[in-house]
Antibody
Framework: EVQLVESGGGLVQAGGSLRLSCVASGFTSTYSMNWVRQAPGKGLEWVSY???????YYAEFAKGRFTISRDNAKNSLYLQMSSLRAEDTAVYYC??????????????WGKGTTVTVSS | SSELTQDPAVSVALGQTVRITCQGD??????ATWYQQKPGQAPLLVIYGKNNRPSGIPDRFSGSSSGNTASLTITGAQAEDEADYYC???????????FGGGTKLTVL
């Protein structure tokens, strides 16, 4: 079964750090991966992307504070978050990516892990 | 503000057809991808590319595009289609992704 399972969320004080993990099963590391978040009662917000060759992109709010990485040997994706702010409070999803030059999609999603930043 | 704009809410009578739209300059270059999200659940991919449905998505879901507007059409809406729908595409600079603000679909 193709599956993504996130972990590492929790309660952290503003200014603190947290490392999220996402373990993939049922498929190989030949896919790009993403982190997407959703604040309480709000919409989806893309956070970061990493390709199979570790090309990396970040949303503006994540640049300089968040670091995405992957360990293909462990079928794992990570998101190191630092200098956390109250507005980073959200459910963080990892999602498998795919597509062509003129479209991109995320076809497998984890259930999410909740990050709460207290001010 | 989001680079992709969606109507916050749309309603449709059971069995009728509804179109959910998404506007943005990047849609002149890239196709929109559509996700369905029900309360407490992760998003579910429903449409990608020109008009492709993943396995398991009913054929009442379809996608189209014209100029800077992408549309998700549900032909014969069912009660289980009541959900939030998000469009998504590469951003105008192509090195990021962007979501629309989401449309809450109510099936009456």
């Amino acid at each position: 079964e193709v599956q993504l399972v996130e972990s590492g969320g929790g309660l952290v004080q503003a200014g603190g750090s947290l490392r999220l993990s996402c373990v993939a099963s049922g498929f190989t590391s030949t896919y790009s991966m993403n982190w997407v978040r959703q604040a309480p009662g709000k919409g989806l917000e893309w956070v970061s992307y990493i390709s199979t060759s570790s090309t990396i992109y970040y949303a503006e709010f994540a640049k300089g504070r968040f670091t995405i990485s992957r360990d293909n040997a462990k079928n794992s994706l990570y998101l190191q978050m630092s200098s956390l702010r109250a507005e980073d409070t959200a459910v963080y999803y990892c999602a498998r990516g795919g597509g062509q030059l003129d479209y991109y999609y995320m076809d497998v999603w984890g259930k999410g892990t909740t990050v709460t930043v207290s001010s | 503000s989001s680079e992709l704009t969606q109507d916050p809410a749309v309603s449709v009578a059971l069995g009728q057809t509804v179109r959910i739209t998404c506007q943005g300059d990047s849609l002149r270059i890239y196709y929109a991808t559509w996700y369905q999200q029900k309360p407490g659940q992760a998003p579910l991919l429903v449409i990608y590319g020109k008009n492709n449905r993943p396995s398991g998505i009913p054929d009442r879901f379809s996608g189209s595009s014209s100029g800077n507007t992408a549309s998700l059409t549900i032909t014969g809406a069912q009660a289980e289609d009541e959900a939030d729908y998000y469009c998504n595409s590469r951003g105008s600079s192509s090195n990021h992704l962007v979501f629309g603000g989401g449309t809450k679909l109510t099936v009456l």
